[in-house]
């Protein structure tokens, strides 16, 4: 069972001996596009302060210069989602089922494993850069849908601009799963607490080695439990009580 979660602008960088040997060409690509844009530019792009975007240049020219340092992605980002994902301590059987099963969808590297080594780097599908004449959906469209194609379903926790990557009849493999809490009355999704729960559900499957969709509907966190008179085949709805 293939679990899918987006990257994250914040990072935490711990201690790395590692540096960064190559860079798969389809990054490339797009990094020669970003190292030709000036710090206003870039800070354009990103929509952040200037001085922000000079750190981003930096991040960018240790990686064309091969100076820029590796983590294990699931480590590197630190976004409130990430936070909440049982990231130390994991026994050898929970580390064997993120590396088998939990996949970062990215807009540099494409779809890489948990443990996957990269660099620090600021992109997503929502910055408005072409390579070619093509978007970054657009560029990295056949690589998510090889990832998906010989799939029966896989689980999606990433948001809309992610899976608008995949081809449309693609898409209906991805099993959304959504979290819901009552306010004033009505049933609503909350994006702060969404992320929140996002990443304690996946430390539910890494911590249970859940395998299927009949095994998701039993997870009850956080006071979260599944509604089957809410949820679809495709999407599978967990309320807060």
């Known amino acids: 069972m293939k679990i899918l979660i987006p990257t994250a602008k914040e990072m935490k960088i711990d201690s790395s ?41 930096l991040r960018l020219k240790n990686i064309a210069s091969l100076d820029a340092k590796i983590y294990e992605a699931i480590n590197l980002f630190d976004g409130l989602m990430y936070r909440n994902i049982k990231r130390v301590a ?5 580390k064997d089922y993120v590396g088998a099963n939990v996949f970062i969808a990215s807009s540099f590297y494409g ?7 990269i660099s620090e780097h600021r992109l997503d599908f929502l910055q408005n850069i072409k390579v070619g004449s093509m978007s970054l959906k657009q560029y990295w ?7 998906l194609k010989n799939e029966d379903f896989a689980i999606s926790l990433l948001s809309k601009e992610f899976e608008e990557v995949f081809s449309k009849d693609l898409r209906s493999k991805l099993i959304k799963i959504i979290f ?4 004033d ?11 929140k729960a996002r990443g304690k ?4 499957l890494i911590e249970k080695n859940i395998d299927s969709i009949e095994e998701i509907k039993n997870i009850e966190f956080d006071n979260y439990g599944y509604k089957e008179d809410l949820s679809s085949e495709k999407e599978l709805i967990f309320v807060r009580n």
């Open 17 to 57: 001996n590692q540096k960064l040997e190559t860079l798969p060409e389809k990054s490339k690509m797009i990094l020669d596009v970003l190292l030709k844009y000036d710090i206003k530019d870039l800070a354009r792009i990103y929509k952040i302060k200037e001085e922000q975007a000079q750190k981003e240049s």
């Open 90 to 94: 994991l026994t050898e059987k929970e």
């Open 111 to 117: 779809i890489i494993s948990a443990y996957e080594k």
């Open 141 to 147: 469209r056949s690589e998510y849908d090889e990832f």
């Open 180 to 183: 819901m809490e009552k306010k």
């Open 185 to 195: 009355g009505e049933l609503k999704v909350h994006s702060t607490i969404s992320k």
């Open 201 to 204: 559900f996946l430390s539910q």
